[in-house]
């Protein structure tokens, strides 16, 4: 929101010598983010005046039209003749008033004004645009031309308010009333402890039953809905400068005195209106839902097919508007025509004014569904006060009749569903809880009347929101209007006190060891949006059944594109490898570790959890009931070298086994038995994709995968060849595991080691083969390890050799040979009994 320091001062008597940058501190102490101060004709010196053009001579022989003026600027040139001036534009004509700088003028950007020779004449000045004078653009594309009624000589610097000082506020989505000159007004009164002079308060006719017919067939949508008339407007009526500056200054380009009006009034009071030409509507104005299907077409000239959830405004032929977005083209305001044989100027004579409230999450998601935002739909969706729709068509009508020549009809229709105005009960110290400063109920009742509320009782107070503050809805929006008018500044920082003893929960400590281990292990953690688009899910090639798919949708997604919560970590991690590789890290391990989203049952309603103390078991266990699933990922993808090649050796690039590692990895910061065996997964090529498998309540659970993905998912999401991934549920993997991890115990014996080669079928997985051998050796068995795999002739077609190499050790005692050997024999038994395996050599 652009507020012009000029304008601000018509509401707040501020101090004389009070600068923008003054007014900025406080508004930003008071909570309001002013993000710039902008000074208009800073450096701008005059003279720059009013003149008349005399003469107009085309200038031939030049690749441009140039034309050769006189321009009479009365006595500001000191000689009162006629000032002789080159000019481009040709929109202008002998008679008209225009803005001219003269020599010895700077315009802004150091631009300084001389007479100078140019196309065989000499200048003396120029004829200005608005561009050229910094007042952005005003519509007409070219040189200013004024009103007649101007007198050559007179400064354009203060006619056209050339110096000024904008604030620019970054307006948040809780502040909609500062969206408007009346909002940010109020703020700045109470932050100098000034009066308003409010410009809502006006008198208003009671409503009557002969203005224009209305009807709302849905008041939920739209409770309030006022509508005024105005006959016998000229139309060749124009903006008048100190309106069309106002709108400049605020940003807005002028367009007509009508569009203008109702801009101009919307910026004051914060009220969106429209404006409807009387002589083409047909019948009632109408309030209602949109059919599915039905066409319309707005005024920026889209035609739009409207959905059912649209609010529409409508007369006997269908849709005028979208409701609080922007309205059609077939009831616009006409511009004004000249008859070219009569000079009579034709157009829009009698207008139907809308100032009505509709409901905020219709309109928020009206505009985005068909990427539509206006500024009527930025106020709407924020929260415009019900309260003010009659005083703005007010306003509206009275500017009509001042400055278009109209006479205003003495109908008025207003139309209001039920309501009472919103209280909320407080006790009286509860600002001073929240912030730990005692400020007495003086002070609390002072700055909640300072808002606009209405405040009774003592101990415990009552207090009635004001109409614009839709956003205070309970005690704690209360206390901090309290602290932020008495200044978050004078807050004391203190730490706060925990409890002794807590610590960090089991799922924390495992949470923070798995991201050690990896990042010990090369990998990088990258943090990504909880967002994904559904499309996602086909490029990962998973099945239409999978569980994967059963997402939960956000009813306020930030991009229209991602608006669902993930239920696999793995879109977004492997965008972040994506992204890397194209710009030059080809090289790349990433993980991350967080939330995943299950979709369920419906969900029940969320409980607010107390902040004065720690919330019960069952309170928790309520809020998590009405929440969806949310299980905890970790995941990894890996891409390019392994092992960066250098004087040390060759290297090597990454592949499925280091993300098969990278799972065993967790699995031991678990201190969980985790199985792995081939297995066939969605994005995972089939012949390198790994099943991950606990042991939960006695039965085997598949909590993920790992492995190469399938090259029609690298190529469907832009990857680089041979890319591997892992991804598994953490939760569960902490689940199967034991105790707290236990640091190992060092024997002084010596150890024996025992190797074996092992001849299985090259369908049996070497896990099978790692598990017996395990199992069968016993607790002597310190640690197993496979060094070799071989297949060949040598051990027969369909075979393959497992060497492994067992390491035994006692922790009391130097063992014998015949004791290694007859646990190693033990072990190869029980391999031999489940997987069938021989002993090489044998």
Known sequence: ??????????????????????????????????????????????????????TIEELEGFRKPIRFCTVDVGQANGTGEPQEIVCGARNFAVGDKVVVVLPGAVLPGDFAIAARKTYGRTSHGMICSGDELGMGDDGSGGIIVLPPEHEAGTDAIELLELVDEVLDIAVTPDRGYCLSLRGVARETATAYGLPLRDPALLDVPAPNSYGYLVQINDPQGCDRFTARTVTGVSPDARSPIWLKRRLQKAGMRPISLAVDITNYVMLELGQPLHAYDRNRLDGPIGVRRAEPGEKFTTLDGVKRTLDAEDLVITDNNGPIGLAGVMGGQNTEIADPVTDPETGVVTGTTDIVIEAAHFDALSISRTARRHKLSSEASRRFERGVDPQAAAAAAQRTADLLVLLAGGTAEAGVTELTAPSAPHTVAMPADHPDKVAGVAYGRETVVRRLQEVGCDVYGQDEL???????????????????????????????????????????????????RVGRALAGAGYVEALNYPFLGEQVFDQLQLPAHDAARQVVKLVNPLSDEEPALRSTLLPGLLGSLRR???????????????????????????????????????????????????????????????????????????????????????????????????????????????????????????????????????????????????ELDLDRLAAAGGPALQAPRISTFPVATQD????????????????????????????????????????????????????????????????????????????????GAVLRGA
């Not at 978050?488 to 706060?496: D, G, H, I, R, V």
């Not at 939330?595 to 959890?609: H, I, Y």
């Not at 089939?686 to 659970?701: F, K, N």
């Not at 190529?715 to 041979?722: C, E, I």
């Open 756 to 835: 074996v080669a092992l001849i299985v079928d090259a369908s049996v997985p070497a896990a099978s083969v790692e598990a017996a051998l395990r199992k069968g050796a016993g607790e002597l068995l310190e640690s197993l390890r496979l060094f070799d795999v071989f297949t060949g002739e040598q051990v027969g077609e369909g075979k393959k050799s497992l060497a492994y190499a067992l390491r035994f050790r006692a922790a009391d005692r130097t063992l014998t040979a015949e004791e290694s050997t007859a646990a190693r024999d033990a072990a190869v038994a029980l391999a031999a009994e489940r997987t």
């Open 462 to 512: 009552v207090v009635t929101v004001p109409s614009w503050r839709p956003d205070l809805r309970e005690p704690n929006d209360l206390a901090e209007e309290v602290i932020r008018l008495e200044g978050y500044a004078n807050l004391p920082s203190t730490l706060p006190q925990p409890p002794s003893g807590r610590g960090l929960t089991g799922r924390q400590q495992l949470h923070r």
């Open 580 to 726: 890397n590789d194209s710009r030059g890290s080809h090289d790349l391990a990433l993980f991350e570790t967080g939330l995943v989203f299950k979709a369920g049952a419906e969900p029940g309603v969320a409980v607010r959890l107390p902040v004065d103390r720690r919330p019960t078991a069952d309170e928790v266990a309520s809020l998590n009931a009405a929440l969806p699933a949310q299980p905890r990922h970790a995941a990894v993808v890996l891409a390019g070298a392994r092992e960066q090649a250098g004087w040390w050796g060759k290297g090597r690039p990454s592949d499925w086994a280091d993300a098969v590692e990278a799972a065993r990895s967790l699995a031991r910061e678990a201190g969980a038995e985790l199985v792995v065996r081939q297995g066939q997964y969605g994005p995972w090529h089939p012949g390198r994709c790994a099943e991950l498998l606990v042991t939960l309540d006695g039965v085997e659970q598949v909590i993920g995968h790992a492995g190469e993905l399938h090259p029609r998912v690298v190529k469907a999401l832009g990857l680089p060849d041979r890319t591997s991934a892992m």
């Open 1 to 54: 929101m652009r507020v012009p320091l000029s304008w601000l001062r018509e509401y707040v008597d501020l101090p004389a010598g009070e600068t923008g940058r003054d007014v900025q501190a406080k508004l930003i102490d008071a909570g309001l983010e002013v993000e710039t101060v902008e000074q208009l004709g800073a450096g701008l010196k005059g003279p720059l005046v009013v003149g008349q053009v005399l």
